[in-house]
């Protein structure tokens, strides 16, 4: 059995997460989300598969994740294998403004990182913290893994290259929670445990965009152009959760404690993050 504990579950790449690994039944996954009433697909999921067990957790609220890893515990015998920081904060209010418009709006950009911040980075310390003692049990047989779903918008160059100057609160947040992978790589290096921060690639997690309101088609299309630009190979192509999943979990596969405190594409690379 190989235990999984994934946060943001109940959508996106966390709920593809779910599936995919769910379908294994050596596996036993423990899926994280804020609230069970809203998570139907999750909850349906459930019902249908016995290895996945659905759970309730803010990320910000150590007291409810102390609550999920004392059931893990006991559903482990005191053991995790794998966990999966999935769960952000992207969906700010200023999403389209740059750095310098908070010139003379100093209390919003406080608000803004705040908000990215305690959630992004701190939530995953957090997460982290409370989880490490059953991770370091694993790691007592075989590698144990903290993976971070960090952003291609975490990347400097990435930014650079696509004028990729909106999102700055999340990019930041991001490029901080890619510390996070190498601070406790120092801390652990003699200890079989693999953390590592991988981007998911440019995926589509507001349904099919094909089928997107005008607005959602007006910022893929923009961003589609901006990241064709910096990336002229690219062939435009947004991926399905499923596809981005798959590639993410195959690079992850090949790993080894060795590459402890990286920062990669699903790809496996520093290159190709779409
Ligand atoms: N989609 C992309 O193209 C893309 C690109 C780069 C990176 N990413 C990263 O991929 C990960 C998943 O993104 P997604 O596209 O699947 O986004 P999504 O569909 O918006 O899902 C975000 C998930 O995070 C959860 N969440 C938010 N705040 C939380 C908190 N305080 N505690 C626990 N869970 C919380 C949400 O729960 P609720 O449903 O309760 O809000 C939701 O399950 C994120 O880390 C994101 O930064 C995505």
């Known amino acids: 059995m190989v235990s999984w504990v994934i946060t943001g ?3 996106g790449i966390g709920l593809g997460f779910i599936r995919k690994l769910s379908s294994d039944p050596n596996n036993i996954m423990f899926a994280l989300t804020r609230s069970k009433t809203t998570s139907t697909a999750l909850l349906v999921l459930e019902s249908k598969q016995k290895n ?3 759970l309730q957790a803010d ?9 999920v890893a004392t059931v893990v ?26 750095l310098d418009m908070y010139e003379g709006n100093e209390d919003l950009l406080d608000e803004d990182c705040t908000n990215f911040f305690k959630v992004n980075a701190l939530g995953v310390i957090k997460t982290i913290n409370v989880f490490l003692p059953l991770l370091r049990k694993s790691a007592e047989k075989s590698l ?36 996070v992978a190498a601070k406790y790589t120092a801390r652990f290096k003699n200890e079989n445990i693999l953390f590592l921060s991988l981007s998911p690639g440019f995926v589509d997690t507001m349904g099919d965009h094909r ?3 005008d607005v959602q088609k007006a ?7 901006q990241f064709q630009a910096g990336y ?39 290159k190709n993050w779409l």
């Open 73 to 98: 515990d006991n559903a482990t015998g005191g053991t995790l294998d794998v966990l999966i920081n999935n769960g952000a904060y992207l969906s700010p209010e200023r999403g389209d403004w740059s």
């Open 52 to 54: 996945v067990h659905v």
């Open 59 to 67: 990320i910000t609220d150590v007291a409810s994740l102390r609550e």
């Open 144 to 179: 144990a893994k903290v993976i971070t779903i960090s952003a291609p918008a975490g990347d400097l160059d990435f930014n650079i290259k696509t004028d990729l100057y909106y999102f700055a609160p999340y990019a930041l947040s991001k490029a901080a929670v890619n510390m």
């Open 219 to 225: 910022t893929y299309s923009k961003l589609i152009e």
């Open 211 to 213: 089928g997107a309101n």
């Open 232 to 270: 002229p190979d690219w062939d435009g192509k947004i991926l399905t959760p499923e596809e981005s999943v798959t590639a993410m979990l195959e690079t992850v596969s090949k790993l080894t404690v060795k590459d402890s405190g990286a920062f990669i594409s699903h790809y496996g690379d520093t």
């Open 9 to 11: 579950s109940n959508r």
